[in-house]
């Protein structure tokens, strides 16, 4: 990437670049789409404080073939959505921050989304029934029209199945105030952790919702923040289908 200039934000975008080119070569395309428009964005602001005609003209080249290749990515990417074969997968680590609720989802929620399905076997305990309120509450909070929510999770056994049951649904009477109706169902050989949203996204999560750690006191921070919640090392794989299948 000769002739683009050696000062910091040229240098900047071309570190940026060569790491689309590296993701690019290991068909790693979502995350290359994303380093290409990021370096794209780096170069049209070097492109702006040029005024040598010679180096604009390598410029503007450049940043034409890195939209030609960005927009042949983003075509495949969506021709793999419409066929159904998308997949993403995330790796949490061991106690990274920065992986809310919010964070996680918000790519996949818009307006389209009126229905959501959860298969979590573990919506039982206190901090469990706490997580699902904190997903809920994000739907709410979203630009998606969420009107029916179906939950599917094993039934606790032993003193806190009550309790349990109390908790659900009291989040059925809450979320009834915001017009969203909640449907629980509870099975005993429920294993698989996923959730599924009317406009084709899938995500798979390997701890489910209760992947972050607990807090190291009430008034620590990540208490009430989970994008500053340590989490537990986990999986998370997103998938789109054209149609997603009902519980």
């Known amino acids: 990437m000769s002739g683009l200039g050696q000062d910091p934000e040229s240098r900047a975008a071309v570190t940026v670049l060569k790491r689309a080119v590296e993701l690019d070569s290991e068909s790693q395309y979502q995350q290359a789409l994303v380093c290409y428009q990021e370096g794209i964005d780096m170069l049209l602001q070097v492109l702006k404080g040029t005024k040598d005609y010679t180096k604009k003209c390598t410029l503007r080249e450049r940043i034409s073939g890195y939209m030609d290749r960005a927009e042949n990515i983003k075509k495949y990417l969506d021709q793999e959505k419409e066929d159904g074969k998308y997949h993403k997968q995330i790796k949490i680590e061991e106690n990274a921050t920065g992986f809310s609720y919010d964070s996680l989802f918000h790519e996949y929620l818009n307006e389209t989304v009126t229905e959501v399905w959860i298969e979590d076997p573990y919506i039982r305990h206190t901090h469990q029934l706490y997580n699902f309120l904190r997903f809920c509450e994000m739907l709410i909070k979203r630009p998606c029209k969420v009107k029916t929510i179906h939950l599917l999770t094993s039934l606790d056994k032993g003193s806190e199945k009550e ?69 537990h090392e986990t999986t998370v794989d997103i998938f789109h289908n054209k149609h997603t299948k009902k519980i």
């Open 163 to 231: 309790q349990q049951r109390r908790g659900l649904q009291e989040i059925k009477e809450s979320l009834r105030n915001h017009g969203v109706l909640l449907e629980v169902e509870y099975s005993s050989s429920i294993h698989d952790r996923e959730i599924r949203f009317n406009n084709g996204w899938m995500i798979k999560i390997g701890r489910g919702l209760d992947y972050f750690k607990k807090p190291q006191g009430q008034f620590s921070l990540g208490y009430c923040d989970f994008d500053l919640r340590p989490c």
